[in-house]
């Protein structure tokens, strides 16, 4: 038998707000337990929830991004279920009327074009989050503690339809909606922090077949290889089951990156009918069409479209736009950069190489850095024209973003100016060529490669400032 | 001088001309007080210390005029900040609000002075005060006889001259219902007129913080302290909040007032019926004209009230939980024990009936069938009432099919507690305003008349209302305690 699998996706992201999706408390994390909390995220009585706007210009942002079609009209209702970490006893999320519907996304998978629909775009809010004593869940703790500190941080949940077919297309799925979410500031989506959170439905059906299988659902995978690997996993398990007579049962399904395997989560008492319904203390939300634009066009242009134009305009090679285009802060500031200095291939290897590696070390990010975009063209130009050569580019490039300082200052202060003078540098070569017999000969041997060793201790002579191509003629002059 | 039979305006102009002090007449108020509470139960706490700081205060200080110094009793489902707010419920019998509501943040701006927190029906649910975990309210003019509910409290409080003024709230009648039964005026406002940011939610879309006076001028008066747009209210109404008090004329020539037959026939009983009509011919001899009309889907407003409250209440109250404030059971094996002793031991049994009621009709596979149908059920009167008010100014009709019941005479039987409050329920679901004002009596038990008006034209409601008590003085009877 053949079997095709089929696949879908929900995805929640936390939404980059400063305040909380329905009070003024901050989103920030590591504070104290139950420091970022008011009477609104507590669920104390009497208190009213606020719709935070900012959050919903994200969920735009992103839908749109996703080629939804906004509603100008959403509703917000109670999802009601009880459980500790949650102090209304409801969530506030959207369930018949969401804020944005009928969307697509493309993936390339295997040098082609998929297009994956996507079925809906809504907002809601956090939970708490439990601490138990003595046992990893609730059940058998001596005690548990509730910090509701990220209770009410901005959800943004992301449903695919189930148009995925395989656990690799899930997996380069889910890379391109973080890299979305975060070129577009919306999400940090990093799966190993929870920032950004993935749920699977998969099911299997006959080759052929149009009505879906029977599903089962992933959780807990906390990275995108890990979101493959269960689909992997369970997709296998599907198959011998089926192929084997049986039949696949509706469940939850657990992923244990550990033993890299699937097991049946523990059923929660009962099924749950969460009883959905308009939450009464909001009204309808309305985003009209002048919000929508204004959204579209603070958004500008899309990681996609970005990347055909960075290879028509700037001939530099797709590896290369994939690393600018990760975030929107990169790629502007790279093409700042080609602006200024008017090289935009010597401006990508840079912002690949140095500038990544640097930051990389130091655990920042471009934004965070020193480094702008005028400083980095200056040092591209100081090269170019030969005033300081590669190798003290590298160290100034450290300076620069660690001080903020401009390149040239730099240079002076560290003597770093590169000599290109002939009469400063032939007694340098003849130094060279007198100490060191051995390669001299080498090289009269036809050994062309030893020059390299003398051209080497030239360069330690002058701590690096020597122009190379000077060097290495003048000490070509010697040996003649 | 016995400063507790005055009127709130009566004092203010009194605090103004240094007449009197606020001491004297926190004293006078607290003296009223402890001679009358133990038969009347108004009260679930008082704050007589504090009353006293803040009446020093203002005296040194000097008065502004509006309310600046009158006492203010306060429905005991208002968050006050660091008083208890019970909801005279067990499950929060010592729960202490880290905040307070709007309409409190605005009293205190005003420089009003909270003496107490006023009992109720559990979470406001009742028209007696008997559902109460603590103890039943009774009617200052036969204190064998509720004083209604759910703010029974505040209605007596106000009734007794134990508080010039008192905040109720009104979800399905609340605030009429009581006020009519203790000869009060009570007043409904326009949903979304005053801010709910701090009130307990029973039904959030029907919920509506409201005045209890001793006439209509004071009522008024209150308005214009609590009536303002809130932010922290999604369904509080940005609409600018006029002076109250200059709508207190009495002029009412060329009035129209319809009177739907829905709430003069059945179940009405005959005096109180005749009470309205003979209020109609006094409007009539003013210079206004009434009609009878029929809004037809009035007989279908109890029904929609009772699957739209209790579903809003069923979720409203899922927080009482245990878990963050609150009772708590000491029978709490694991999670599930906690919760269910929890609201086993902290709900009475009208709350759970409720809870049940509504975790019935949200859920899936009968949501359709009532909620979603009570919605448009609650559209159609909504409308019947825009319509009216294309042809008709007001509506009139009795607030309540009869005068104050006999404490445990429904209590048994809820489904005709729930006929008491037919007249009122269906303004709730309209969302429109509703005042209502003594209109006589029956074998010496206050009767109230229902004036209805369209949304947030409260100012035509004060004028009509204001017009009939000048003409007839009813609110010049005082109970004998």
Same mark, same amino acid.
């Given at each position: 038998?053949?079997?095709?699998?089929?696949?879908?996706?929900?995805?929640?992201?936390?939404?980059?707000?400063?305040?909380?999706?329905?009070?003024?408390?901050?989103?920030?994390?590591?504070?104290?337990?139950?420091?970022?909390?008011?009477?609104?995220?507590?669920?104390?009585?009497?208190?009213?929830?606020?719709?935070?706007?900012?959050?919903?210009?994200?969920?735009?942002?992103?839908?749109?991004?996703?080629?939804?079609?906004?509603?100008?009209?959403?509703?917000?209702?109670?999802?009601?279920?009880?459980?500790?970490?949650?102090?209304?006893?409801?969530?506030?999320?959207?369930?018949?009327?969401?804020?944005?519907?009928?969307?697509?996304?493309?993936?390339?998978?295997?040098?082609?074009?998929?297009?994956?629909?996507?079925?809906?775009?809504?907002?809601?809010?956090?939970?708490?989050?439990?601490?138990?004593?003595?046992?990893?869940?609730?059940?058998?703790?001596?005690?548990?503690?509730?910090?509701?500190?990220?209770?009410?941080?901005?959800?943004?949940?992301?449903?695919?339809?189930?148009?995925?077919?395989?656990?690799?297309?899930?997996?380069?799925?889910?890379? !391109?909606?973080?890299?979305?979410?975060?070129?577009?500031?919306?999400?940090?989506?990093?799966?190993? !922090?929870?920032?950004?959170?993935?749920?699977?439905?998969?099911?299997?059906?006959?080759?052929?077949?149009?009505?879906?299988?029977?599903?089962?659902?992933?959780?807990?995978?906390?990275?995108?290889?890990?979101?493959?690997?269960?689909?992997?996993?369970?997709?296998?398990?599907?198959?011998?089951?089926?192929? !084997?007579?049986?039949?696949?049962?509706?469940?939850?399904?657990?992923?244990?990156?550990?033993?890299?395997?699937?097991?049946?989560?523990?059923?929660?008492?009962?099924?749950?009918?969460?009883?959905?319904?308009?939450?009464?203390?909001?009204?309808?939300?309305?985003?009209?069409?002048?919000?929508?634009?204004?959204?579209?066009?603070?958004?500008?242009?899309?990681?996609?479209?970005?990347?055909?134009?960075?290879?028509?305009?700037?001939?530099?090679?797709?590896?290369?736009?994939?690393?600018?285009?990760?975030?929107?802060?990169?790629?502007?500031?790279?093409?700042?950069?080609?602006?200024?200095?008017?090289?935009?291939?010597?401006?990508?290897?840079?912002?690949?190489?140095?500038?990544?590696?640097?930051?990389?070390?130091?655990?920042?990010?471009?934004?965070?850095?020193?480094?702008?975009?005028?400083?980095?063209?200056?040092?591209?130009?100081?090269?170019?024209?030969?005033?300081?050569?590669?190798?003290?580019?590298?160290?100034?490039?450290?300076?620069?973003?660690?001080?903020?300082?401009?390149?040239?200052?730099?240079?002076?202060?560290?003597?770093?100016?590169?000599?290109?003078?002939?009469?400063?540098?032939?007694?340098?070569?003849?130094?060279?060529?007198?100490?060191?017999?051995?390669?001299?000969?080498?090289?009269?041997?036809?050994?062309?490669?030893?020059?390299?060793?003398?051209?080497?201790?030239?360069?330690?002579?002058?701590?690096?400032?020597?122009?190379?191509?000077?060097?290495?003629?003048?000490?070509?002059? !010697?040996?003649? | 001088?016995?400063?507790?039979?005055?009127?709130?305006?009566?004092?203010?102009?009194?605090?103004?001309?240094?007449?009197?002090?606020?001491?004297?007449?926190?004293?006078?108020?607290?003296?009223?007080?402890?001679?009358?509470?133990?038969?009347?139960?108004?009260?679930?706490?008082?704050?007589?210390?504090?009353?006293?700081?803040?009446?020093?205060?203002?005296?040194?200080?000097?008065?502004?005029?509006?309310?600046?110094?009158?006492?203010?009793?306060?429905?005991?489902?208002?968050?006050?900040?660091?008083?208890?707010?019970?909801?005279?419920?067990?499950?929060?019998?010592?729960?202490?609000?880290?905040?307070?509501?709007?309409?409190?943040?605005?009293?205190?701006?005003?420089?009003?002075?909270?003496?107490?927190?006023?009992?109720?029906?559990?979470?406001?649910? *009742?028209?007696?005060?008997?559902?109460?975990?603590?103890?039943?309210?009774?009617?200052?003019?036969?204190?064998?006889?509720?004083?209604?509910?759910?703010? *029974?409290?505040?209605?007596?409080?106000?009734?007794?001259?134990?508080?010039?003024?008192?905040?109720?709230?009104?979800?399905?009648?609340?605030?009429?219902?009581?006020?009519?039964?203790? %000869?009060?005026?009570?007043?409904?406002?326009?949903?979304?007129?005053?801010?709910?940011?701090?009130?307990?939610?029973?039904?959030?879309?029907?919920?509506?913080?409201?005045?209890?006076?001793?006439?209509?001028?004071?009522?008024?008066?209150?308005?214009?302290?609590?009536?303002?747009?809130?932010?922290?209210?999604?369904?509080?109404?940005?609409?600018?909040?006029?002076?109250?008090?200059?709508?207190?004329?009495?002029?009412?020539?060329?009035?129209?007032?319809?009177?739907?037959?829905?709430?003069?026939?059945?179940?009405?009983?005959?005096?109180?019926?005749?009470?309205?009509?003979?209020?109609?011919?006094?409007?009539?001899?003013?210079?206004?004209?009434?009609?009878?009309?029929?809004?037809?889907?009035?007989?279908?407003?109890?029904?929609?009230?009772?699957?739209?409250?209790?579903?809003?209440?069923?979720?409203?109250?899922?927080?009482?939980?245990?878990?963050?404030?609150?009772?708590?059971?000491?029978?709490?094996?694991?999670?599930?024990?906690?919760?269910?002793?929890?609201?086993?031991?902290?709900?009475?049994?009208?709350?759970?009936?409720?809870?049940?009621? *509504?975790?019935?009709?949200?859920?899936? *596979?009968?949501?359709?069938?009532?909620?979603?149908?009570?919605?448009?059920?609650?559209?159609?009167?909504?409308?019947?009432?825009?319509?009216?008010?294309?042809?008709?100014?007001?509506?009139?009709?009795?607030?309540?099919?009869?005068?104050?019941?006999?404490?445990?005479?429904?209590?048994?039987?809820?489904?005709?507690?729930?006929?008491?409050?037919?007249?009122?329920?269906?303004?709730?679901?309209? %969302?429109?305003?509703?005042?209502?004002?003594?209109?006589?009596?029956?074998?010496?038990?206050?009767?109230?008349?229902?004036?209805?008006?369209?949304?947030?034209?409260?100012?035509?409601?004060?004028?009509?209302?204001?017009?009939?008590?000048?003409?007839?003085?009813?609110?010049?009877?005082?109970?004998?305690?």
């Amino acid at each position: 038998m053949n079997f095709e699998t089929v696949i879908g996706l929900e995805t929640h992201a936390q939404l980059q707000t400063e305040s909380k999706m329905f009070c003024s408390c901050p989103t920030k994390f590591g504070n104290d337990p139950n420091s970022n909390i008011c009477p609104v995220c507590t669920g104390q009585p009497g208190s009213l929830p606020v719709i935070n706007e900012k959050a919903i210009r994200l969920a735009v942002k992103t839908a749109l991004a996703l080629n939804c079609k906004i509603n100008n009209e959403s509703v917000f209702a109670r999802k009601n279920y009880f459980y500790p970490d949650l102090p209304k006893d409801y969530q506030i999320s959207q369930f018949e009327m969401p804020l944005a519907e009928h969307g697509y996304l493309e993936i390339e998978v295997g040098g082609q074009i998929r297009k994956i629909g996507i079925t809906r775009v809504h907002l809601e809010e956090d939970a708490g989050k439990l601490v138990h004593k003595g046992s990893a869940g609730i059940k058998g703790a001596d005690y548990s503690l509730v910090d509701l500190n990220r209770t009410g941080t901005p959800l943004m949940e992301i449903v695919s339809e189930p148009d995925i077919r395989t656990p690799e297309e899930a997996r380069i799925f889910m890379e !391109e909606l973080a890299h979305i979410l975060r070129y577009l500031e919306v999400c940090d989506a990093k799966l190993e !922090e929870g920032s950004m959170r993935c749920d699977a439905n998969i099911s299997i059906r006959e080759t052929g077949e149009t009505k879906l299988g029977v599903k089962t659902e992933l959780k807990n995978m906390n990275s995108f290889k890990a979101v493959q690997k269960a689909l992997e996993k369970e997709e296998t398990r599907q198959k011998e089951v089926v192929s !084997e007579g049986g039949k696949i049962f509706q469940q939850t399904l657990l992923y244990d990156e550990a033993t890299s395997s699937v097991h049946p989560m523990r059923s929660k008492e009962g099924s749950h009918d969460y009883r959905y319904f308009p939450d009464p203390d909001l009204l309808p939300l309305y985003v009209d069409e002048k919000t929508i634009e204004e959204v579209r066009s603070s958004a500008g242009e899309l990681p996609m479209d970005k990347f055909k134009r960075f290879l028509s305009q700037y001939g530099i090679p797709g590896q290369d736009i994939t690393v600018l285009i990760e975030s929107r802060h990169t790629a502007d500031f790279f093409e700042e950069t080609a602006k200024i200095s008017g090289e935009p291939k010597l401006s990508a290897n840079w912002i690949i190489g140095d500038v990544s590696a640097y930051l990389n070390a130091n655990d920042l990010s471009l934004k965070d850095s020193k480094l702008s975009a005028a400083a980095l063209s200056e040092l591209i130009t100081l090269v170019k024209n030969s005033t300081v050569s590669g190798n003290s580019a590298k160290k100034i490039l450290g300076e620069m973003m660690k001080t903020g300082k401009k390149a040239k200052e730099l240079v002076e202060a560290m003597g770093a100016t590169q000599i290109s003078d002939e009469a400063a540098l032939v007694e340098i070569a003849k130094k060279v060529v007198a100490a060191n017999p051995q390669s001299v000969e080498a090289y009269k041997n036809g050994k062309e490669a030893a020059i390299k060793h003398l051209i080497g201790q030239a360069m330690k002579e002058t701590k690096g400032r020597a122009n190379p191509q000077v060097i290495e003629g003048l000490i070509k002059k !010697e040996l003649c | 001088m016995s400063l507790h039979k005055l009127t709130a305006h009566e004092l203010s102009d009194k605090l103004k001309s240094k007449d009197i002090s606020c001491v004297e007449l926190i004293n006078d108020v607290y003296n009223r007080i402890d001679s009358v509470e133990s038969k009347i139960d108004a009260f679930n706490c008082l704050t007589k210390e504090a009353a006293i700081k803040k009446a020093k205060e203002l005296d040194n200080k000097g008065f502004s005029g509006g309310l600046s110094g009158i006492p203010i009793a306060i429905k005991d489902n208002i968050c006050t900040e660091g008083t208890k707010t019970t909801c005279s419920s067990k499950i929060l019998e010592n729960f202490v609000p880290p905040y307070n509501a709007t309409v409190v943040e605005l009293l205190q701006s005003e420089g009003m002075i909270p003496i107490g927190k006023t009992n109720l029906d559990e979470f406001a649910m *009742g028209s007696s005060t008997e559902n109460s975990a603590f103890k039943t309210t009774k009617n200052p003019w036969d204190i064998q006889r509720v004083p209604g509910g759910s703010s *029974g409290g505040s209605a007596a409080a106000v009734a007794a001259d134990e508080a010039p003024l008192a905040l109720g709230s009104d979800t399905g009648g609340s605030i009429r219902q009581p006020a009519s039964f203790c %000869g009060v005026v009570g007043l409904k406002p326009t949903y979304g007129r005053v801010s709910r940011y701090g009130l307990v939610a029973f039904a959030s879309s029907l919920d509506q913080i409201g005045p209890l006076t001793k006439d209509v001028t004071d009522a008024a008066l209150l308005m214009n302290v609590i009536a303002k747009y809130d932010r922290r209210d999604s369904t509080s109404a940005d609409v600018a909040t006029p002076d109250y008090r200059k709508a207190l004329i009495k002029d009412v020539k060329g009035l129209k007032i319809a009177v739907p037959k829905e709430l003069m026939g059945e179940g009405i009983e005959e005096n109180t019926k005749k009470a309205i009509l003979e209020a109609l011919k006094i409007y009539e001899k003013m210079g206004a004209t009434f009609k009878e009309i029929s809004l037809p889907s009035l007989k279908f407003a109890l029904a929609t009230y009772y699957i739209i409250a209790p579903a809003e209440a069923s979720s409203n109250l899922s927080r009482y939980d245990g878990v963050h404030y609150g009772h708590r059971s000491d029978k709490q094996n694991d999670l599930m024990d906690m919760y269910l002793n929890t609201r086993k031991e902290g709900f009475g049994p009208e709350v759970k009936r409720r809870i049940i009621i *509504g975790t019935y009709a949200l859920s899936s *596979g009968y949501y359709d069938a009532y909620y979603l149908k009570a919605q448009k059920v609650r559209t159609l009167i909504k409308q019947d009432f825009d319509n009216t008010f294309k042809d008709f100014d007001v509506v009139m009709s009795p607030t309540c099919p009869s005068p104050a019941f006999k404490v445990g005479e429904k209590v048994s039987d809820p489904l005709s507690m729930y006929l008491s409050d037919i007249a009122t329920i269906p303004i709730n679901l309209a %969302g429109i305003p509703a005042i209502s004002i003594p209109c006589g009596f029956d074998n010496d038990l206050p009767v109230g008349l229902q004036i209805m008006g369209k949304a947030f034209d409260e100012e035509t409601l004060f004028r009509v209302a204001f017009s009939y008590e000048q003409e007839t003085r009813w609110d010049k009877r005082k109970p004998a305690l």
